[in-house]
Antibody, heavy 121, light 106 residues
Framework: EVQLVESGGGLVQPGKSLRLSCAAS????????MHWVRQIPGKGLEWVSG????????DYADSVKGRFTISRDNANNSLYLQMNNLRPEDTAFYYC??????????????WGQGTLVTVSS | EIVLTQSPATLSLSPGERATLSCRAS??????LAWYQQKPGQAPRLLIY???NRATGIPARFSGSGSGTDFTLTISSLEPEDFAVYYC????????FGGGTKVEIK
């Protein structure tokens, strides 16, 4: 069974940094692209970033480009999101999600349970 | 950026009724459209990919149709567990979601 478990969320001040992690199991991790998707509580979904299986292809939403960095460690079946210069509007649940292909351009299945990031002074 | 507009925002129906949800794209997304279901306190779950392909384990009462800019998710007969929020998502140009349709009990 595919499992994705996020961690690293919490309360952080504006302008500070936070690193999210996603531990993956139940599939051959480096065969698949992975994504981060976020959701402001009570609101809709926003794709944040995606990374190919071999890390050769990476993309970001315009809202986070230059501030967030996605990476992965295939040896440890882990996905990361380094978030710098955080803003109050980055407050959201952050989900990691698996892509059905090797490139980050498809759909999301399955999703982790999410981790909440709150940016506030 | 391709904008997806879902309608209605809220659909009030009774168990056993048919639900028809709409997703309209600002430009053609070809057949690259997926649907998700999200229940309170849970992560979204993939229902349909590439317009009409049901994901693993999704009941046959869920079906998708459409092409280009207009798409529909149909739930043929609502079960109690189907009351949730539904999102569409396109993958034609980058990845974007619609704003969601809430299916609530009437």
């Amino acid at each position: 069974e595919v499992q994705l478990v996020e961690s690293g969320g919490g309360l952080v001040q504006p302008g500070k940094s936070l690193r999210l992690s996603c531990a993956a199991s139940g599939f051959t991790f480096d065969d698949y692209a992975m994504h981060w998707v976020r959701q402001i509580p009570g609101k809709g979904l926003e794709w944040v970033s995606g990374i190919s299986g071999n890390s050769g292809s990476i993309d970001y939403a315009d809202s986070v480009k230059g501030r967030f960095t996605i990476s992965r460690d295939n040896a440890n079946n882990s996905l990361y999101l380094q978030m710098n210069n955080l803003r109050p509007e980055d407050t959201a649940f952050y989900y990691c999600a698996k892509d059905p292909g090797g490139e980050p351009r498809n759909w999301f299945d399955p999703w982790g349970q999410g981790t909440l990031v709150t940016v506030s002074s | 950026e391709i904008v997806l507009t879902q309608s209605p925002a809220t659909l009030s129906l009774s168990p056993g009724e048919r639900a028809t949800l709409s997703c309209r794209a600002s430009r053609s997304v070809r057949s690259y459209l997926a649907w998700y279901q999200q229940k309170p306190g849970q992560a979204p779950r993939l229902l349909i990919y590439d317009v009409s392909n049901r994901a693993t384990g999704i009941p046959a009462r869920f079906s998708g149709s459409g092409s280009g800019t207009d798409f529909t998710l149909t739930i043929s007969s609502l079960e109690p567990e189907d009351f949730a929020v539904y999102y569409c998502q396109q993958r034609s140009i980058r990845l974007t979601f619609g704003g969601g349709t809430k299916v609530e009990i009437k």
